[in-house]
């Protein structure tokens, strides 16, 4: 059931958003992107289908048109497929979703009931992105994968095949996984971690770009401690929990510091000036950013329509943390 526009009040109906185009899929995606993680009510506490429904609406009414989310995200896909109903005649809703199992020789046959699964839930006949989600790193199960991905995208089921590049470690491991799935040639689309405190997926956008693969990145707020609400000692009661006190107060302590070198650029909250970060990359695609409710979705969209970093400030963020990549290994 949808959740009335007034128990979330008036939407700006001011259209905001920018696109940039997918690599060669064709596809154009607004350079802010909806990360629904958040509001399928795991991870970060529980989100009612009317708050869900309004962030989503809020984003839509925008002018965003990119919406991510996965099987595993528990409610997501649901709240997804049920607004998604309201705005069926809107064609430039683009939607992607992405694979829970493993990649057995199994597993794989059951990539397409896991794809039928998530259309159900989406209320749709195909996604527009499907993401292999945390994908095999062996070359002969890659080709396995693959083989079947591409089967489903002459079925019409998926219109562009996507890796979503491993979760929490990024090293030079993860960066030659991009590389991997880049030069297959049969992935249209990656998606990778890339934040002010991790940079090192940056050395792969220039190939991807080149083989006309798009790029869209995740954990630009980096689970939400790039905010800047947070400071050292706060005790968090969801999935943030799984870092130690010392790693904690560690990544705040950075974020402080952050948080001061951006006062340069006083127009931003710190929030703003992590995604603004990200966007002043010209190879990325779209950035997908969660959110809870409606305020935090227009603060987000926000940064996409503000001036780019100014130089100094750029100079002090490019390459500043690459050295803690591994700090967000539990």
Known sequence: MH???????????????KKRFLG???????????????????????VSECQAYNCLETYIEAGGNYIDTARAYDESEKYIGRILTKYSQNDDLII???????????????IRKELDCSLRMLKRDYVDVYFLHNPPE???????????????????????????IKSSKVDDNTVNLCRQYILTGKVDVIQVIYSILRQKNASVFKQAYEHGVGIVVRSVLESGFLTGKYNIGHTFNDQRNRWSREKLDFILGMVADIKFNSKTQEIMTLGQA?????LDNKYIST?????????????????ANISPIN?????????????IDNLFNP
Request: glycine letters at 12%; one cysteine or more; proline letters at 2%.
């Open 138 to 164: 062996d070359s002969e199960v890659i080709k396995r994968v693959l083989d079947q991905m591409q089967e489903l995208k002459f079925q019409g089921k998926i219109r562009t095949v996507g890796a979503s």
């Open 274 to 278: 992590a995604i603004r970060f990200v």
């Open 287 to 303: 950035a997908i950013i969660g959110a809870k409710n409606k305020e935090q979705v227009m603060e987000n969209i926000l940064a």
């Open 311 to 323: 130089k100094k400030l750029a100079l002090k963020l490019k390459g500043k943390f690459t050295h």
């Open 24 to 46: 060669n899929t064709g596809l154009a995606v607004s350079e802010v992107g909806f990360g629904a993680w958040a509001i399928g009510g795991i991870g970060y506490g529980e």
């Open 3 to 17: 959740c009335p526009a007034a128990c979330g009040g008036e939407l700006n109906p001011k259209r905001l958003m």
């Open 96 to 110: 992607s979703t992405k694979t829970t199992k493993g990649f057995s020789a199994e597993s794989i046959k059951d």
